[in-house]
């Protein structure tokens, strides 16, 4: 008797002209929360494009159409996805930069797919099959979080979902684990059992493993301090790609503001993460 083997993800995942893989030099998956405008969207794509380049990474674009986990009913969930759609297509086609945005449920996927190079699938939705199949079934490449609720080699099993459909353009991100309440932490030890177990490009997402669920009551807080000792860690260990929300003036952002980067200060702390992950991969 034959036991089946899931089909194994590709080991790099090439999102336009940019290249995630374990062993390639640093991408970048950055932009605001929460899609604000189609001014807001083509300045910050246009300036973090600008940004990137300077700094010599390969960049993808990301922003979400709606925040559908938000902490409380009142809060402002976003634009939706009959106006953002043609927002994310013109960023495509004028920026010129891969796009990824979340989905949050399986009739959305094709969608969706249409106008972006990449579907996230949120933390809290890892786990959802119906989510998952019909977001590989599009075709497009696939970033799923790892739940707070899972061990980082529960995603092997997540990630078959995927594979087993026949897309093998997987990326697997870590945002930290719940620990107590309203707190995250990371737990470095999970890139590398990510990248063993799953065999995907790992990418660290270090602005929401900074949050705090919940933590000012109807919003998530955050301590952005953090965001870049947590990516010089994760880097330091070496992943494929880090993920970062940035914005030009986080605290008047309608959402994560509490754990964006402002806009200012990207440059420099990309050109760190730079230099950090030449040094973890030359020595491999």
């Given at each position: 008797m034959t036991i089946p083997v899931d089909p194994a993800p590709n080991s790099v995942v090439a999102i336009g002209n940019v290249r995630f893989g374990n062993a390639l030099p640093l991408a970048l998956i950055a932009g605001p929360c929460a899609l604000e405008s189609r001014e807001h969207a083509l300045e910050m794509a246009s300036a973090l494009k600008e940004i990137a380049g300077r700094v010599g990474i390969g960049f993808v674009y990301k922003t979400s159409f709606d925040k559908a986990n938000r902490t409380s009913a009142k809060s402002n969930r976003g634009m939706g996805l009959e106006g953002a759609l043609p927002i994310f297509a013109e960023v495509r086609a004028q920026v010129g930069v891969p796009v990824l945005t979340d989905v949050h449920d399986s009739q959305q996927c094709a969608r969706v797919a249409e106008a972006v190079d990449v579907l996230q699938i949120p933390a809290f939705l890892c786990r959802q099959t119906d989510l998952l199949t019909a977001a590989a079934a599009t075709g497009r490449a696939v970033n799923v979080k790892k739940g707070q609720f899972l061990a980082p080699w529960d995603m092997a099993n997540v990630v078959a979902k995927i594979t087993g459909v026949g897309n093998p353009n997987v990326l697997v991100t870590e945002r930290g684990a719940s620990f107590g309440y309203n707190t995250l932490v990371s737990d470095m030890r999970a890139l590398p059992i990510l990248a063993r177990t799953t065999g995907a490009p790992v990418i660290f997402d270090a602005t929401h493993s900074v949050q705090q669920p919940g933590g000012q009551g109807t919003s998530s807080g955050g301590e952005r301090e953090f965001v870049p000792v947590l990516a010089r860690a994760a880097v330091a260990v070496g992943v494929a790609g880090v993920f970062i929300e940035t914005h030009q003036d986080?605290?008047?952002?309608?959402?994560?503001?509490?754990?964006?980067?402002?806009?200012?200060?990207?440059?420099g702390l990309l050109r760190r993460l730079k230099e950090f992950d030449a040094l973890a991969k030359a020595a491999h």
């Open positions: 986080p605290d008047q952002a309608p959402s994560d503001g509490p754990n964006m980067v402002p806009l200012r200060e990207m440059e």
